[in-house]
């Protein structure tokens, strides 16, 4: 299994471009999530999915939109890149039940400048 | 609404002492928690979970975690620590009524030899 792949691994978006990170995984998980980890914070939860076509906001969803048509793909949605999206996205996933503490599993992470 | 801290930002620790890295949560129903390492330009790795009924909680590489409920605190520690221990460690935490899944500010580990 390769876990949960995202592409592309760097990027550098001019203000006001658009773009979508890309986010598979092949564990057959229902639950999918991305967070943002800007220098030195700690992770803050962009949005989440649990399952196809239900998505839901986390902490800090402006700017951004997804969407989950398969279980496998959760793909995250820049529209009009700003400076302030500058950060390294992960994407995760997990196998989460209602009374279930599934650990997450992680991407690599994508590092996104926006100059 | 859930939220989780972590108190320190640095620990610094000398190999060989034992290590502790402090995390509160705050949640309505009950705490699904968990501890995660970052090593430099990577993803998060699992290190260990709560699990309901054990106060304490071991995990990979040697580490362990306490669960206080009273306190509402979840701390990271080790017997003695390692040089290669040294890396990012964020606490998580989901509330049981809730799909969300809240990460602390992370808690940088030094261990020096």
């Known amino acids: 299994n390769a876990g949960v792949t995202q592409t592309p691994k760097f990027r550098i978006l001019k203000i006001g471009q658009s773009m979508t990170l890309q986010c598979a995984q092949d564990m057959n998980h229902n639950y999918m999530y991305w967070y943002r980890q800007d220098p030195g914070m700690g992770l803050k939860l962009i949005y989440y999915s649990v399952g196809a076509g239900i998505t839901d906001k986390g902490e800090v969803p402006n700017g951004y939109n997804v969407s989950r048509s398969t279980t496998e793909d959760f793909p995250l949605r820049l529209e009009l890149a700003a400076p302030s999206q500058t950060s390294v996205y992960f994407c995760?996933?997990?196998?989460?039940?209602?009374?279930?503490?599934?650990?997450?599993?992680f991407g690599n992470g994508t590092r996104l400048t926006v100059t | 609404a859930q939220s989780v801290a972590q108190p320190e930002d640095q620990v610094n620790v000398a190999e060989g002492n034992p290590l502790t890295v402090k995390c509160t949560y705050s949640?309505?129903?009950?705490?699904?928690l968990f501890w995660y390492v970052q090593y430099p330009n990577r993803g998060l790795q699992f290190l260990l979970k709560y699990i309901t009924g054990d106060n304490l909680v071991k995990g990979s590489y040697g580490f362990e975690a306490e669960f206080n409920k009273s306190q509402t605190s979840f701390h990271l520690k080790k017997p003695s620590a390692l040089v290669s221990d040294s890396a990012l460690y964020f606490c998580?935490?989901?509330?049981?009524?809730?799909?969300?899944?809240?990460f602390g500010s992370g808690t940088r580990l030094s261990i020096r030899p």
């Open positions: 995760a996933s997990s196998r989460l039940r209602d009374r279930d503490n599934s650990p997450l599993h």
């Open positions: 998580a935490v989901r509330d049981s009524s809730a799909s969300k899944i809240i």
């Open positions: 949640v309505s129903g009950n705490p699904y």
